[in-house]
């Protein structure tokens, strides 16, 4: 195993134990890590989008599933490497959010760390590093305002 495989495995690992902390620890002070304040979390459903690998623009889709009490993010998605299932934490007053996607068949996971845009949180970007060392950047938009993502292609 080369160092740059023990780098990127290392990586994954430190991204996984300090996700929650990462993302609620952006919280204002004087707020709790669960108070989300007068900001809804972002709209569960389908969010489709597009992701970046190698150079290539491929397709992915997502159905999320945000949970306003223990600002949580759960869901399944697809794109070019198969189905996958995910999990993680967002930040309902910063935006900010990170999950983890574990392929369905493959023994391959994603670490996918971004922010929410807009007033309702209808976009995100991110960033994502693989398990395979492949990394790169993902817009994703809800499907009620998917319009928006394709005026930015």
């Keep these: 195993m080369g160092f740059s495989t023990v780098y990127r495995r290392g990586k994954l690992a430190n991204l996984r134990k ?4 990462r993302i609620l620890a952006v919280e204002p002070e004087h707020t709790s890590p669960f108070s989300t304040g007068d900001k809804k979390p972002p709209p569960s459903g389908r969010w489709v989008g597009r992701y970046t690998e190698s150079g290539k623009t491929r397709k992915t889709d997502y159905h999320l599933t945000f ?3 223990s600002q949580t993010v759960e869901g399944t998605g697809e794109d070019a490497d198969g189905s996958f299932e995910l999990q993680g934490f967002y930040n309902a007053h910063s935006g ?5 996607e574990t392929s369905v068949k493959q023994k391959l996971t994603v670490d996918v760390t971004g922010n929410m ?3 309702r949180f209808t976009e995100a970007k991110a960033k994502y590093y693989a398990s395979t060392g ?3 950047e993902v817009a994703i938009a809800w499907e009620g305002n998917a319009a928006a993502l394709w005026r930015t292609a």
Excluded: I, K, P, Y
């Design 18 to 21: 300090t996700r929650r902390t």
């Design 67 to 69: 949970h306003e009490a």
């Design 96 to 100: 900010a959010f990170s999950w983890e």
């Design 117 to 119: 845009l807009g007033s």
């Design 134 to 136: 492949c990394g790169g």
